[in-house]
């Protein structure tokens, strides 16, 4: 083709190129022969045995769900074994007769009650499903019954491509204890599917959801392994693969939370599952949570039950008045009421304001003139300092303090110690957001009403009515007072182990608010929130204890015209050097002292107790 | 007489070719068909009966391809080839219908449009007619301009979507063009070589040390034997060594988990839970068919249920498992008398396009048929070329039956001459 070569020349350079070709064409021919020689004769016993006996199927290792234990290493949350019939396609017969009497074979099949295993309806979807689905088991029975397990795998020969598929369910052996904060575990919907977080989950994946189920899912999960095992006719392992190793599956971490078993027991107890309210108990000086309840409670396990039986258990719990879903500990928003007066006189002692000899003009008569508005007390209290106006908790007193100090010093303070808008940051989802308004926050938040800020409200505000807070809030601001060494940030994950039980992380307390006043104001705090326990007539002194000094203060916040009050108790011991701080509120139960106080009091009671016999036994084993 | 008359070069029609491809076309629906057995849908929707139309479809259309005067195709190269480059950038910037991961096709209703498929024929005409004209030399660089810019565009489309595979069908093309457009053996082999030389230092082992270093007296040896301009000679040789060392470092920087993948890519039974699977299924499958195969429709039973591409990429195992070493042996045997047949269609004319298009669409074929097999019988990486006239699928069908039009008309069209 080049210049200077004739025509002739070039056609037959042409032809030895097409020959050279197909000689190439040739030898790749060959070697694919002699490949599917060496596959097809040479090596022809080994795979034909491997294909006519044996099947070969790729199995997931899902790995085991870590456990949640209580701080003394009881056992919270654990599994157990849950038995599935599946179908698998690939076993099933192919020829769409055989098809048929499978089908009517699984839908005759009836266990000793005379009761059918399997409904048509969930049959045939299953079927339809099994002719695209052909890389997992369709479920067909889920978490079904050791008699039903033992029916099918009677008949095992006679139903090809039906299997028991054992799987792992979490179990809550204390039921309804601490339900919302362990909370529980269910199939990944396909709306989290989509979400990026569940990134690398699959469908058919039991996921946390809510508590620490959901906080820690990736903690707990585990990485699931892999392996191949040959599999008979009937579908059943008889063997894995010579020369290929699976992956095994690495446990998933186990969480030792900050719970305190026996303390959540009390705790328990003591507020009855017909009531609406929640308790929170936490330790002061590192932010652990010892106790959390929220009533009415639900019961986790109905989650690991079958369809039928988690729907009717769902539908229960999701449309009950009473909202037993909410976890009222972290996600109940409510008024601080009269505990939110420890804030006020903080801020005004802080500011020099307000001394402990401080009195105001107008003393308490039953009542408080503001411009053109009389606003009531609960009492008369008569004239008072700071101390006694907290054990009292005089009206009056706070309503001029508050006029005196002005809202921005009082929510200053209040933040300082974990109130406000900002949420602590505990370790399960659904914590709700507090609030501490002040002009423009409530302009703001109520410029749809056409409400505006007034003086006036400065009032109510000064008695905490109007701001929000939650139980956990109220719990860590009475402790981080008491402490005054910080507020520290409210969790429950004390330890993850892996499954040798070597702690893989610790959690680190954190500082997340200063919680710092002057020394001065600390002392008259402490004094006050003792006199509410143990002077005469203080509001608290439900809450007392023999051996222990508690320092409290009550709330009974107004929600509703008309209805009984939120009762509120915020308690702390020892007062002067604090292990546990406690906050209740029982929703509509009345007044604080006398519905919540002794509920708290149970609870350290308790948690004293508990100390008491643990350093006895400490002793006795330290004696020679 | 009947060879004599199927082989007679003064016949308008080469017979034994049409009868070649039919045998091929018969095959590959018998094969879906038992490969697709099971699915109880009706006979419209089953994927046999739908191959079957994919093919008259196809049929009707190389039919009506070989009254095309060839002068008319190259008319039509220039326009098909700017067709398929806005194909290509279309399905890269709009219509990426996600299908494995690549967006690959535009869906228009009836049918679904595979651009790469397009663009392989419009790079086959486009090319040809370019060479045709243009011969290529070594010795005379600027010859090369324009192929490589007719080469890359479509090239780095497809690379882009992303589909190596076909990507390297174009590569497999522009070789076989040049070495009927002007490049000798000793060309060739030069051009290849810095690839040799990548794939023997991949690996530090003395072997290929040894293979690396005699690649490279073999590169000296025929650069002086073919007396190349200075310049590209030292090309040649620096891009050898360079790939050499190159590679050796680049995997070396490569983390752990990327070296992984590439192994896998390369050798998909180091990773038998992932790609390997397929693979260890695929050789199982046809190693358990013997001399003489377990007969019709007694494959898909067993092992290839597991295969979810038993009927496209995979169809290769079922013939394996059915018919066992003799009825591979005799597809193999099909295939090569095709190749021969639509090879020997270059003798009939002395027009240049006609050898550089029959040589081309020959390489297409042969391209598939070999990575194609190679994967199935674990000698190459798993990739998404399908086997032509035996894997379904509509798209790339119709691609066959193209060229085999494109075969019959260059024929015809010179032997009427």
Request: charged share 20%; glycine share 8%; net charge positive.
């Amino acid at each position: 083709m080049l210049k200077g070569m004739s025509e002739n020349e070039t056609l037959q350079n042409r032809n030895w190129n097409v020959l050279i070709y197909m000689a190439g064409v040739v030898i790749l021919f060959f070697i694919l022969l002699m490949r599917l020689f060496s596959l097809q004769y040479t090596h022809y016993d080994e795979n034909l045995q491997r294909s006519e006996n044996n099947r070969i199927r790729k199995v997931v290792l899902v790995a085991e769900r870590g456990y949640i234990y209580d701080r003394n290493g009881e056992v919270l949350v654990r599994n157990r074994p849950s038995y599935q019939i599946a179908l698998t396609s690939m076993n099933m017969p192919r020829k769409k007769a055989d098809r048929d009497l499978l089908f009517r074979k699984l839908l005759s099949i009836r266990d000793t009650a005379g009761e059918r295993l399997f409904d048509s309806l969930s049959l045939d979807t299953a079927f339809q499903r099994s002719r695209w689905i052909k890389n997992r088991p369709i479920r067909l029975l889920e978490d079904a019954t050791a008699e039903q397990v033992a029916i099918i795998e009677e008949r095992s020969e006679e139903l090809p491509g039906v299997m028991t598929v054992i799987e792992s369910r979490r179990e809550y052996p204390y039921g309804t204890l601490a339900s919302h904060v362990l909370g529980y575990t269910s199939e990944i919907s396909e709306e989290q599917l989509k979400l990026p977080e569940y990134d690398g989950y699959t469908q058919g994946d039991r996921i946390g959801q809510k508590g620490l189920e959901q906080f820690y899912d990736k903690e707990f999960r585990g990485v699931n392994g892999m392996k191949l095992v040959e599999v008979n006719a009937s579908g059943r392992e008889v063997g894995t693969v010579d020369g290929v190793d699976g992956t095994e599956p690495v446990p998933g971490l186990r969480l030792v939370s900050t719970i305190d078993l026996r303390l959540q027991k009390v705790a328990e107890e003591a507020i009855p599952d017909s009531a609406k309210g929640a308790l929170v108990a936490i330790d002061p000086r590192n932010g652990e949570i010892l106790a959390m309840v929220s009533s009415p409670r639900l019961d986790p396990n109905i989650f690991s039950l079958k369809k039928r039986e988690r729907n009717k258990g769902w539908a229960h719990v999701a449309l009950d008045t009473m909202r037993p879903l909410t976890n009222r500990a972290i996600s109940g928003t409510y008024p601080p009421a009269s505990i939110f007066k420890l804030v006020t006189a903080g801020a005004g002692l802080e500011s020099g304001i307000l001394t402990e000899n401080k009195y105001y003009s107008k003393s308490c008569t039953g009542g408080y003139q503001y411009g053109a508005r009389y606003q009531k007390c609960w009492g008369t209290h008569g004239s008072l300092n700071v101390v006694n106006a907290i054990r009292l908790s005089c009206d009056v007193f706070f309503y001029q303090a508050g006029l005196d100090i002005d809202m921005n010093r009082i929510n200053e303070f209040g933040r300082r110690f974990g109130l406000g808008e900002k949420p602590l940051g505990v370790d399960i989802p659904g914590e709700k957001a507090g609030w501490l308004p002040d002009s423009a926050s409530f302009n703001q938040k109520n410029k749809r009403l056409g409400w505006r800020w007034a003086r006036g409200l400065i009032l109510n505000l000064s008695i905490g009515q109007g701001q929000i807070v939650t139980p956990l809030q109220q719990a860590t601001l009475i402790g981080s007072l008491a402490t005054g060494k910080g507020v520290y940030r409210p969790h429950f994950m004390k330890e993850l182990r892996d499954n040798h039980g070597n702690v893989v992380r610790r959690y680190e307390p954190e500082i997340i608010r200063p919680g710092n006043m002057k020394p001065y104001t600390h002392r008259i705090l402490l004094a006050a929130m003792d006199s509410v326990v143990n002077h005469p007539g203080g509001t608290g002194k439900r809450g007392a204890l023999p051996n222990v000094r508690v320092g409290a203060k009550t709330g009974s916040g107004e929600w509703k015209k008309g209805e009984k009050t939120h009762a509120w108790y915020a308690a702390v011991a020892p007062l002067y050097d604090p292990e546990i701080a406690v906050a209740v509120i029982m929703e509509a139960a009345g007044g604080g002292g006398a519905v919540s106080g002794p509920i708290a009091k149970k609870v350290m009671e308790a948690y004293f107790e508990n100390k008491e016999t643990e350093a006895g036994k400490n002793e006795t084993q330290t004696a020679p | 007489m009947k060879p004599k008359r199927l082989l007679d070069h003064s016949l308008k029609f080469d017979w034994m070719f049409i009868v070649l491809t039919l045998a091929l076309m018969s095959v590959g629906v018998s094969l879906v068909y038992s490969a697709t057995i099971a699915e109880d849908t009706s006979v419209v929707e089953l994927f046999w009966f739908k191959q079957i139309v994919y093919f008259i479809f196809g049929s009707v259309f190389a039919a009506a391809l070989v009254f095309v005067r060839i002068d008319w195709l190259k008319r039509a190269a220039i326009p098909l080839y700017a067709v398929a480059l806005v194909l290509l950038v279309v399905v890269l910037f709009f219509a990426g219908d996600v299908v494995k991961g690549a967006g690959r096709w535009i869906d228009l209703g009836i049918f679904k449009l595979q651009p790469s498929e397009f663009a392989k024929i419009a790079y086959l005409l486009i090319f040809s007619y370019w060479l045709s004209k243009h011969p290529v030399s070594l010795f005379k660089m600027k010859t090369f301009v324009v192929p490589f810019f007719l080469f890359i565009v479509p090239f780095a489309l497809v690379l882009k979507q992303p589909d190596l595979s076909t990507a390297l069908v174009f590569i497999a093309v522009t070789m076989v063009g040049f070495f009927f457009a002007g490049l000798t053996l000793t060309d060739m082999f030069l051009i290849v070589s810095p690839v040799f030389s990548v794939l023997f230092s991949h690996s530090q082992a003395l072997v290929f040390e040894i293979l690396w270093g005699l690649l490279i007296c073999l590169v000296v040896f025929a650069l002086f034997r073919r007396r190349l301009p200075k310049v590209l000679s030292a090309i040649i040789l620096m891009a050898n060594i360079f790939a050499g060392y190159a590679s050796t470092m680049a995997w070396n920087m490569l983390e752990p988990h990327q070296q992984k993948r590439v192994n896998t890519f390369l050798d998909p039974m180091s990773d038998p839970l992932g790609d390997g699977y397929q693979v260890l299924q695929s050789l199982t499958a046809i190693g358990s068919g013997g001399l003489t195969g377990k007969g019709f429709g007694n494959g898909s039973q067993t092992n290839l249920a597991f295969l979810p591409e038993e009927h496209t990429d995979f169809i290769f195992s079922v013939l394996g498992e059915q018919f066992g070493f003799l009825g591979c042996a005799f597809v193999l045997v099909l295939y090569a008398l095709f190749l021969w047949r639509a090879t020997s269609i270059s003798k009939q004319s002395s027009d240049p396009f006609v050898t550089l298009m029959v040589m081309g669409a020959s390489t297409i074929f042969l391209f598939h048929i070999i990575v194609n097999i190679a994967m199935t019988i674990g000698l190459m990486p798993v990739t998404g070329l399908p086997l032509p006239f035996l894997s379904y699928g509509g798209s790339f069908a119709l691609t066959c039956m193209v060229l085999v039009g494109f075969l019959l008309c260059l024929r015809y069209q010179a032997r009427r001459r």
